[in-house]
């Protein structure tokens, strides 16, 4: 996740009735585009330098972007509580972004993009379990057929799972935990504040993994993870433009694109073969997300699902 990250969007986007959906629909599309050119830039990567070193490259470059954060920073007043909530975010993210990660060289893009749909699906999970919020039947419905859209992905049984596919399992939940530690403190401090604490304590969270294994990155390689930087602070910015100009429910159904972009870079630059189950279970999933973020719009009350992208980079 970038610095460029609006954690206030979804909630207010969901409370809005259309106004530009062709717009929302197009930023959404573009975003979609730079989350795909993320995968695939980190999958370029190759295994060659390890999973907490290349999380932690990307987020140390990407510090770049907290310049004009910077006054807000040195002006903060926290309290205990939350230098804890905010370590406690970082303590996620970091787990989260290492797996993702090494995840990346194991596994097609198009997997690990359907597989980090689930996010929400866990977000709505933990939020019942850790913040008492009550879930409706059809919303467990949702829920259910998000988790065997899962399965069809994964066919455990069919085939030989591999170790990127239990990462991705993680990425998904310890995000979640992120995200529902977001919500907190999104409601105490400012957005800015949120998302350059994120960056800052999953910077530091990643400096002793990164150190421990280190392999000097080459300059094409810092290249790549300073784009890799570069696009997710577009697609986040595009993410933003997305949800001011059309609620979550007509945006959310472009995301499916992005699997979609992501089965064709797989195949076309990484020989990666189009995997049907694959697209069929990602669609299953956003299905379910979708009903599930139609449902919290007609119902009128603050969204806990973020958005799928912000789960991940």
């Not at 406690?88 to 194991?106: D, E, K, S």
């Not at 290249?223 to 993410?239: E, N, P, Q, R």
């Not at 630059?269 to 973020?293: H, L, N, R, S, W």
Request: charged share 10%.
């Amino acid at each position: 996740m970038t610095q460029a990250e609006i954690v206030t969007a979804p909630a207010a986007a969901s409370d809005t009735p259309p106004s530009r959906p062709v717009a929302g629909i197009a930023w959404m599309i573009f975003t979609g585009f730079c989350f795909v050119t993320v995968t695939a830039l980190v999958k370029t990567l190759g295994g060659r330098i390890p999973a907490a070193e290349a999380a932690f490259l990307r987020y140390l470059l990407g510090l770049v972007f907290l310049i004009p954060a910077w006054r807000q920073l040195t002006d903060m007043r926290l309290t205990g509580r939350q230098w804890t909530l905010f370590s406690l975010r970082g303590a996620f993210h970091t787990i989260g972004v290492i797996c993702w990660f090494y995840a990346m060289t194991r596994i097609p893009i198009a997997e690990v993009t359907a597989m980090n749909y689930l996010n929400p699906v866990y977000v709505s999970i933990l939020a019942v379990v850790f913040l008492g919020e009550r879930m409706a039947a059809r919303r467990v419905m949702a829920i259910i057929a998000a988790l065997i859209g899962a399965v069809v992905i994964l066919r455990p049984g069919f085939r030989e799972l591999d170790p990127g596919h239990f990462a991705m399992m993680v990425t998904a939940l310890v995000f979640a935990g992120s995200y529902l530690t977001m919500k907190v403190l999104s409601s105490q401090v400012s957005a800015a504040i949120v998302v350059a604490m994120m960056s800052i304590t999953v910077t530091i969270g990643l400096a002793p993994f990164a150190f421990a294994n280190w392999v000097t990155p080459t300059l094409p390689e810092l290249g790549i993870l300073m784009g890799v930087a570069c696009a997710a602070t577009a697609g986040h910015y595009a993410m933003t433009r997305a949800f001011a100009a059309a609620p979550v429910t007509v945006t959310q159904p472009v995301t499916f694109l992005q699997l979609v972009w992501s089965v064709i870079v797989g195949a076309v630059f990484f020989a990666e073969p189009p995997d049907p189950f694959v697209v069929a279970g990602g669609g299953i999933i956003i299905a379910a997300v979708t009903f599930i973020t139609w449902r919290e719009a007609r119902a009128k009350r603050r969204a806990i699902t973020p958005p799928i992208h912000a789960t991940k980079h």
